[in-house]
């Protein structure tokens, strides 16, 4: 499956939030986090200190306004259904257009596997460091809505 939506960045996004490889549902809406259950753009709008987005357009405003950059660490893969657990044959996107457009401070990865990924196939060939950051997926029982936004204000300091 090849991945369906194009990174959401400009000239000024200064922090870049990765994620493993869009969801069902976000692969139907052709949008990052568009899983009901996902607590990306709660994190998010909590973090950035405004209200959380209703739709595509208010989701790429809050982004580009905050200067956060979004996409995702695989370009194409094998998936069954939205489980990270059941990638395989991972073709790696291309970071340098993002990189060399525009002012990245700090790299994040949303879960586990993004972070694996990113270590495996982009980490060698740009040399830049991520960080981990819990998955706001709904998977991820183990973190309380409070306890994300607690884990991921590390972001607030590469915005100001």
Known sequence: MIHPIAPVYDKNSRV???GSFPSVKSR???FFYGHKQNRFWRVMANILECEAPEDIPQKRNMLITHH???WDVIASCEITGSSDA?????????????LSSANIRAIYTNGGKAHQLYQ????PVNGREACLLPSTSPANAAYSLDRLIE??????ENLK
Request: without cysteine.
């Open 86 to 98: 059941s990638i395989r044959n991972v073709q790696p996107n291309d970071l340098s257009d993002i």
């Open 120 to 123: 495996k196939y982009i980490f």
């Open 16 to 18: 870049l939030i990765l």
């Open 28 to 30: 139907e809406q052709q």
């Open 68 to 70: 956060v950059a979004v």
């Open 151 to 156: 884990a991921w204000k590390v972001i607030r």
